[in-house]
């Protein structure tokens, strides 16, 4: 089978698209027949050698992509919620080979039927973000009806979702971003959005219940700024796990008895929890897939490219097969 292997750390031409053996299911796992991965900036952050948190579990040669959507082939013995045929979607082993490839094993726990009604290449572009934004807005920042919610980064993969869910928990939603994404987040549910290149959060905003930080530029001032906006009891929810929360911050937090957490990663609960909730609300019709453009595998060092920008509405998604 086809997929993506990078042999040395470095620029989007380090990923060579290679014929590797198809892998074997493990007793927990399913064999997926990948239709769709999609664009993380975690990707590129591991394409040229990792962060803080990453570093140490990388391992080359390694594969890339944390996004899936496909057809069950096999599954393991003790898999018993998928079965053979069942379209699927979520995110693949960590650390692992990737889903950049034509076919993938995965933990069963970490995939769930997709929606109903909606194509590969949607579903390819939801799992690992919808688990970050749904832990954020959902899990850790409880959004309840009528809370007032600041949405940092609102445009991006993590950021559209969490506007989304926001919206669908009751909150009064408010998202930064550049001017011409003003229009596309309000067609999606936010009630303001804020061009954070000409006009100051921090200076219109007062009495937030929960900021959740999905911007990929990481800024301490903003997160200062975050606080100051939060109302007494606050909760701050931020993307960047690999930078951790300074002890100012943690300070002004507590002058405010806010709370200040970082998000990433998942557990089987959170895996589950994020996914069912993703399915239910595309099912009601109160969440879509934003997918900006699609590339075939064999184009993605210009996918991580326009990734690179950090400009992406939505998602770019990897186009691994053609659906039939
Ligand atoms: N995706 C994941 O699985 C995952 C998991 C864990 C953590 N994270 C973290 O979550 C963060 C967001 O990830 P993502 O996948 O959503 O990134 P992304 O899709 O690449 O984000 C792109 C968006 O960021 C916006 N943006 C750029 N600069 C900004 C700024 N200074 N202020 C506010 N918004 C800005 C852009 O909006 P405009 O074009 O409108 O400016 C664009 O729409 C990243 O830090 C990532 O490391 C992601």
């Not at 053979?84 to 769930?112: H, L, R, W």
């Not at 800024?219 to 929810?237: A, H, P, Q």
Request: a negative charge; charged letters at 25%.
């Amino acid at each position: 089978m086809k997929a993506i292997r990078v042999h040395e750390f470095g620029g989007p031409d380090v990923m060579k698209l290679e014929e590797v053996e198809r892998p074997v299911p493990a007793a927990d796992e399913i064999l997926v027949k990948v239709y769709a991965s999609s664009v993380n900036p975690a990707d590129y952050i591991i394409r040229e050698g990792g962060n803080e948190v990453l570093r140490s579990f990388l391992k080359l040669p390694l594969g890339l992509g944390l996004d899936a959507a496909g057809i069950v082939e096999e599954t393991g013995s003790e898999v018993t919620g998928l079965k053979n045929g069942d379209k699927v979607y979520g995110v693949p082993n960590f650390p692992g080979d990737g889903s950049y490839a034509e076919y993938i094993a995965v933990k069963a726990s970490q995939f769930s039927v997709m929606p109903q009604h909606i194509a590969f290449n949607e579903a390819g572009a939801l799992p690992s973000c919808a688990l970050i934004a749904w832990n954020g807005i959902v899990d850790l920042g409880k959004v309840q009806p009528g809370q007032r919610v600041l949405i940092h980064g609102a445009a991006g993969g993590v950021g559209n979702l969490a506007v989304q869910f926001a919206k669908a928990m009751g909150g009064y939603v408010i998202g930064t971003a550049s001017a011409h994404n003003v229009d596309f987040l309000k067609e999606l549910g936010a009630d303001e959005v804020i061009d954070y290149n000409t006009q100051h959060f921090e200076e219109l905003l007062r009495d937030i219940d929960v900021v959740f930080n999905a911007s990929p530029v990481r800024d301490e001032s903003v997160r200062m700024k975050s606080v100051d906006v939060l109302k007494e009891g606050g909760i701050f929810v931020c993307t960047h796990l690999d930078q951790p929360l300074t002890d100012d911050f943690l300070t002004a937090l507590a002058q405010k008895n806010a709370t200040g957490t970082l998000v990433g990663g998942g557990s089987v609960t959170t895996y589950t929890s994020s996914l069912s909730g993703t399915t239910r609300l595309i099912n009601e019709g109160k969440v879509k897939a934003v997918v900006s453009k699609v590339y075939p595998l064999s184009q993605v060092a210009d996918a991580h490219r326009d990734s690179e920008t950090r400009h992406v509405r939505g998602k770019i998604v990897l186009e691994i097969r053609k659906e039939d």
